[in-house]
């Protein structure tokens, strides 16, 4: 776990990354950009600050490969806003891509600390 | 990314941009709520979010093909670019258009002639054979049946050989009579060539045996013309000559063997004494190579097989070889070179043209530095800016390529001559597809090569300095040495095109002053094919020969008939061995071996050939008479040299052969046979009443008027002697000649007009170039020539570094009379001298030039015996801020728009003064 007061890593998002990061964002419920937004920084306690720009062609991509869908709504504070919800495809998505994430950094930790483990 | 997307990319453009402002709403309240004023809170929320301009647009690019979306951006741009400057654009596009058509042109011809293939299975196999004369003066000789006979029989490199030989056919059933071209032919000719009939079927092994019945195949459009397509032709029976044929076959259309006007095809009845023949030459033979056999091989086997039958028939083969050549360099002949050379000069224009119009672009992309250092500096991307202009270019190259389809197609019938009889004519009514792609990829080939280094130069230009002097420096002196080098290469390329078709020029002048040994204007010519079985004997012949001039001679406006056995530029051969009395036997292959003509008594004089020695035939020369004969100088040079002829005798055959012996008469001027290019051969000349071994079938009409308005008569006059005979290829001894002179003419001047279009081109490109350049230096300029009397020198400032050698000076003339011309205006329209309007205006100028070498205007006072004559002084003005974009002008001061000035010599001239 990284300490508080590092450095957060904007801008040194793996590709692919983000993609990851939204889908799992959306696993809990629908959202819409902003909180998406949000809630990868918070959860990430601020480390993972993503550009918040950079998220909507993100979502762009994503609703174009059919992995989740978007609707207009009503927000909490009674503004127009568009949507996000996960589609089975994304979930399966989210899967596969989680598990190969976890093989990755599990690979990764392995030639870092080999002596530790 | 869907279809649908790509269309409805603007509506998702616009939910896009209400999802952002929902988003800057959003942090926007979040911030106000932590406590931030309204404004600071927005701010923040659009630093966390980003430039939504770019977000945006990277999502409508997600939803675009971007490369498709750019060229469709960019060609809008070309468009309205180029329609914005119609001068330009029609300028270009017109040099391009005469360029492109005639690549295209030039390569529909070489599509036709060297490109496509041959209309027959498997052509590259098909090869012709040829005996070796070239000790008699015949390299190229047409086989003799024997010796094709041997060929067919020994050889081991041929699938199978074929032969034909020409053949007078005289159809003569249904309707006038018609002479026919066709071929008596070995049985197997269509098999070798692997083309069978259309309807019928191909002659059998044994139609060739003698005694059979006549069959024959005709041509497809025979049938069509003749036959009204009737399908009944097969086993009907046509009358050729005097014998009945079945006609067994119809030919595929666009069958052209041997040639386009080949018409029928009758199956030769060869006896075995003809097929024993080693001393007579008149076969074709075409055969086809083993799969595999290169040429050499089957050159050294005709070579083997040529040196047995020398052994073994000494008096006819002595000397004698073969060879063979493939079909298609026979049937394309001397065309193909002329091709290559006319396609290296299309290839020039078309660097010229590409040159030029790099260089126009050169300049008006100077011209627009301005523009694009602004775009670069929003960030346009080089890549994309090199896209934009090369799409430009590119569509100026289409659009020139379009009209110069266009115009190919019409200039392409004007080349249609170059085709060769044994190819296959071209096509006028439709576009070739193979010739419409050549016509896209050059286009687009020539848009990208002309577009390629403006683009590159423009894109890498000093942003800075571009921004800050805009029309001034920026591509600065490396653009104009790019310039340079281009309007030289035009120039190197336009002078080598010169060259080249002054030379042909040259040597078609020389072909046409050759003097050829005879008049060939007012000279009709007709061919009456002899009819053989009719006229079986030479009484008969000589009967019918006799009436036909005595008619013709007696027609108005005939001055003199005579029969030949062949006109000149018909047959260059037609030749026949002698025995000189006095001379010892000759050794094998040394026998003289002159061409042969039977003439009438007339024919000297209905050609116009010269008398050298002696006298002409005469009314005694005629049947049971002395033999006589004329000689031309060329026989009497190289049979009995430095001799005195006259009264001289010789014999035709070898010197044992018992034949009488013929005593020559008079010597005449020598004709050239084969046409201007080729050397005279010996050639003697007999009368028909004495010797006809080969019947004489062309008559020679002088006329005192229009030939062709006799033509009728002599037809008439022919038919009242034989309504059966055929007269075929009546036309002017003119025209004959014309025709043979025909390609060489055509390419000299296709040559010579394309080297003076290159001219044209390449000082476009000069006049173009010293113009931008005059435009550039517009203020120095200003300054100079004005302060000095001498113009000249500052002028060819604006050729950095002089050009080389000849290019200096072609520049500097034009330069000059750029100079001049403006000169000229003010003396012609105010009535003094450069110099004195100089002196005028600059009385006051020196000290203000020095200080004026900075940005600061420069100011000229005016002279004040100029404000005396202020109504003159007006209009030199105006002229001033025409020609030099004077930027304002009072009654005392010219102001002049300074920017870099002080270097090269402005400034030094004007202390001069």
């Given at each position: 776990m990284p300490k508080k007061d590092a450095p957060p890593l904007q801008g040194e998002l793996l590709q692919g990354t983000l993609d990851l990061l939204i889908l799992q964002t959306l696993v809990l419920g629908t959202a819409h950009g902003h909180t998406i937004a949000l809630a990868i920084e918070r959860r990430s306690e601020d480390v993972?600050?993503?550009?918040?720009?950079s998220l909507y062609p993100a979502l762009h991509r994503l609703e174009g490969r059919g992995w989740i869908a978007s609707f207009w709504g009503t927000s909490e504070n009674n503004r127009k806003a568009r949507y996000y919800r996960l589609t089975p495809a994304g979930r399966k998505e989210l899967r596969q891509q989680a598990s190969r994430w976890d093989e990755l950094v599990r690979a990764i930790n392995r030639v870092l600390r080999p002596a530790s483990e | 990314m869907g279809w649908t997307r790509f269309f409805r990319r603007r509506a998702w453009d616009k939910e896009r941009a209400r999802e952002l402002e929902t988003y800057l709403q959003m942090e926007t309240d979040e911030n106000i709520a932590r406590g931030m004023l309204a404004e600071e809170a927005r701010y923040a929320a659009r630093r966390k979010l980003g430039n939504p301009t770019f977000i945006r647009e990277e999502i409508y690019g997600m939803n675009s093909i971007g490369f498709l979306e750019n060229v469709w951006q960019d060609l809008r741009y070309a468009v309205r670019v180029l329609g914005k400057s119609p001068g330009f654009t029609l300028f270009a596009v017109g040099i391009l258009a005469l360029g492109i058509a005639a690549n295209t042109a030039i390569f529909s011809i070489a599509d036709a002639v060297l490109l496509r293939p041959l209309p027959?299975?498997?052509?590259?196999r098909l090869v012709m054979v040829w005996e070796d004369g070239s000790s008699y003066g015949f390299p190229r000789d047409t086989p003799a049946p024997g010796n094709f006979s041997d060929w067919r029989a020994r050889n081991?490199?041929?699938?199978d050989m074929a032969a034909f030989k020409w053949d007078n056919l005289n159809l003569s059933d249904e309707g006038s009579p018609e002479h026919l071209i066709g071929q008596a032919v070995s049985a197997n000719l269509f098999s070798v060539l692997g083309v069978s009939p259309f309807l019928g079927r191909d002659f059998r092994?044994?139609?060739?045996?003698?005694?059979t019945a006549h069959v024959a195949i005709i041509s497809h459009g025979l049938w069509v013309r003749?036959?009204?397509?009737?399908?009944?032709?097969?086993g009907r029976q046509i009358r050729l000559n005097s014998d009945r044929y079945t006609v067994i076959g119809v030919m595929p259309r666009?069958?052209?063997?041997?040639?386009?006007?080949?018409?029928i095809w009758v199956a030769w009845q060869l006896t075995p004494e003809e097929l024993a023949i080693h001393d007579s030459h008149y076969l074709h033979v075409v055969a086809r190579l083993k799969p595999g056999v290169p040429l050499r091989s089957a050159n050294a086997d005709m070579t083997t097989i040529a040196k047995q039958l020398e052994r073994e028939h000494p008096d006819t083969n002595a000397k004698v070889g073969a060879y063979v050549t493939p079909l298609r360099d026979e049937l394309t002949g001397d065309v193909r070179p002329a091709i290559l050379v006319l396609t290296g000069a299309v290839c020039f224009v078309l660097l010229i043209a590409c040159a030029n119009i790099a260089n126009l672009l050169l300049a008006r992309a100077t011209g627009k530095r301005r523009e694009l250092a602004m775009r670069l500096t929003l960030g346009a991307s080089r890549s994309r800016i090199v896209c934009q202009m090369l799409t430009e270019s590119v569509l100026l190259a289409v659009l020139g390529g379009s009209l110069g389809l266009a115009l190919s197609v019409w200039g392409t019938q004007f080349l249609a001559?170059?085709?060769?009889?044994?190819i296959a004519p071209l096509d006028e009514s439709a576009i070739d597809r193979h010739v419409l792609l050549f016509n896209v990829a050059v286009s687009i080939g020539t848009g990208i090569l002309f577009g390629v280094i403006p683009a590159l130069r423009i894109s890498s230009l000093n942003l800075v300095s571009s921004l800050k002097y805009g029309g001034r420096s920026g591509v600065g002196s490396g653009g104009q040495r790019v310039r340079d080098v281009l309007v030289v290469s035009e120039v190197a390329l336009a002078i080598v095109l010169l060259a080249g078709a002054a030379l042909m020029v040259r040597s078609f002048a020389n072909l046409v002053r050759v003097?050829?040994?005879?008049?060939?204007?007012h000279v009709l010519v007709l061919r009456t094919p002899m009819q053989m079985q009719k006229y079986n004997t030479q009484a008969k012949r000589t009967a019918f020969y006799d009436q036909v001039l005595e008619r013709v001679e007696h027609?108005?406006?005939?001055?003199a008939a005579g029969y030949t056995t062949w006109i000149p530029l018909t047959n260059e051969g037609g030749a026949t061995g002698i025995t000189i009395e006095g001379?010892?036997?000759?050794?094998?292959?040394q026998m003289p071996i002159p061409n042969a003509r039977i003439v009438s008594r007339n024919y000297m004089k209905a050609l116009g050939m010269k008398l050298v020695e002696g006298r002409l035939f005469d009314?005694?020369?005629?049947?049971?008479t002395q033999l006589v004969a004329l000689i031309n100088q060329t026989m009497a040079r190289s049979f009995w040299p430095g001799e005195d002829l006259v009264g001289k005798r010789f014999k035709r055959g070898?010197?044992?052969?018992d034949v009488p012996w013929i005593t020559i008469v008079g010597i005449v001027g020598d004709v050239h046979q084969a046409g201007p290019a080729q050397p005279a051969r010996a050639e003697m000349y007999l009368p028909y009443q004495q010797q006809?071994?080969?019947?004489p079938d062309y008559l020679a009409v002088r006329t005192s008027?229009?030939?062709?308005?006799?033509a009728e008569s002599v037809r008439q006059q022919v038919w009242s002697v034989d309504k059966q005979q055929a007269v075929a290829d009546?036309?002017?001894l003119e025209q004959l000649v014309g025709e043979n002179l025909a390609p060489k003419r055509m390419q000299a001047s296709l040559l010579g007009g394309f080297a003076g279009l290159a001219l044209l081109l390449a000082s476009l490109g000069i006049y173009a170039v010293l113009s931008f350049a005059v435009t550039q230096r517009t203020q120095e300029i200003g300054d100079g020539p004005f302060a000095r009397a001498e113009a000249v020198s500052d002028w060819r400032g604006c050729w950095p570094g002089g050009g080389p050698g000849t290019l200096a000076n072609v520049g500097t003339l034009t330069v000059w009379r750029q100079c001049e011309r403006s000169t000229f205006v003010c003396r012609r329209d105010f009535g003094f001298g450069r110099s004195h309007a100089a002196r005028m205006l600059h009385s006051g100028a020196p000290s203000d030039a020095r200080r004026s070498s900075g940005r600061a205007p420069l100011r000229i006072n005016l002279a004040r015996d100029a404000l005396r004559e202020r109504k003159r002084y007006e209009r030199v003005a105006k002229l001033f801020l025409r020609e030099?974009?004077?930027t304002s002008c009072s009654n005392h001061q010219v102001l002049l728009p300074v920017g870099?000035?002080?270097?090269?010599?402005g400034i030094r001239g004007r202390r001069q003064l």
């Open positions: 993972l600050q993503v550009e918040h720009g | 027959y299975r498997d052509a590259g081991h490199v041929f699938d092994v044994d139609h060739n045996a003698p005694g003749r036959f009204a397509s009737d399908p009944r032709i097969l666009g069958f052209l063997y041997p040639t386009r006007d080949s018409e001559a170059l085709v060769p009889t044994g003097d050829p040994g005879f008049r060939a204007d027609l108005p406006g005939v001055l001379h010892a036997e000759p050794a094998p292959g009314e005694h020369d005629g049947t049971g070898t010197f044992r052969e006809e071994f080969f019947p008027g229009e030939p062709l308005l006799v009546v036309m002017p030099f974009r004077v870099p000035v002080g270097h090269r010599r």
